[in-house]
Antibody, heavy 121, light 111 residues
Framework: QVTLKESGPVLVKPTETLTLTCTVS??????????VSWIRQPPGKALEWLAH???????SYSTSLKSRLTISKDTSKSQVVLTMTNMDPVDTATYYC?????????????WGQGTLVTVSS | QSVLTQPPSASGTPGQRVTISCSGS????????VNWYQQLPGTAPKLLIY???QRPSGVPDRFSGSKSGTSASLAISGLQSEDEADYYC????????????FGGGTKLTVL
């Protein structure tokens, strides 16, 4: 059974750094046919892709947020960590992690429940 | 402003067939496959269609997807009240927009 679970602070202050952890089970982060992405959704708005990481440590970031994001993984702990610096109230959103399955194509086949992060002083 | 364009809303009555469109460009839908996600109120998105027209195990065959050129469509036949949700298309994008882009979402209302 594949599960992903996000964890991290529910409230951060402007200018602070956000650190989110995605703990996965039911698959290994060393599986060459899988990766993990972070995706966020501001209240009442659309989904926005943030970053991904694959088993070979290949990483990619949203062009608009690249300077603020860092993604990493700890395969032994089955965890993927996303840090976002210089948080602003516009970053208030539900943050999801999702598994990427790689066949001849890529798609997000399992999602975590999401964690709501509010940015406010 | 989302890279993929979807109508903000759609509606239908129980039993009807509804379609939701997703328009992109040559760098995304035109050269890569499209995935669709269903987001029920207050829940995380769920994979509905992948690789343009493939259904994951457990997704009813009332849901179908298609792609032509730089556009894609999601069709729901035999509409049911539990289909009321937000629907998002997504695709890999080969330009600086990517690598992943989403549509703005379509809120489906079952009347």
């Amino acid at each position: 059974q594949v599960t992903l679970k996000e964890s991290g602070p529910v409230l951060v202050k402007p200018t602070e750094t956000l650190t989110l952890t995605c703990t996965v089970s039911g698959f290994s982060l060393s599986n060459a046919r899988m990766g993990v992405s972070w995706i966020r959704q501001p209240p009442g708005k659309a989904l926005e892709w943030l970053a991904h990481i694959f088993s070979n440590d290949e990483k990619s970031y949203s062009t608009s947020l690249k300077s603020r994001l860092t993604i990493s993984k700890d395969t032994s702990k089955s965890q993927v960590v996303l840090t976002m610096t210089n948080m602003d109230p516009v970053d208030t959103a539900t943050y999801y992690c999702a598994r990427i399955t790689v066949t001849t194509e890529y798609y997000f086949d399992y999602w975590g429940q999401g964690t709501l992060v509010t940015v406010s002083s | 402003q989302s890279v993929l364009t979807q109508p903000p809303s759609a509606s239908g009555t129980p039993g009807q067939r509804v379609t939701i469109s997703c328009s992109g460009s040559s760098s995304n839908i035109g050269s890569n496959t499209v995935n669709w996600y269903q987001q029920l109120p207050g829940t995380a998105p769920k994979l509905l269609i992948y690789s343009n027209n493939q259904r994951p195990s457990g997704v009813p065959d009332r849901f179908s997807g298609s792609k032509s050129g730089t556009s894609a469509s999601l069709a729901i036949s035999g509409l049911q009240s539990e289909d009321e949700a937000d629907y998002y298309c997504a695709a890999w994008d080969d330009s600086l927009n990517g690598p992943w882009v989403f549509g703005g979402g379509t809120k489906l209302t079952v009347l």
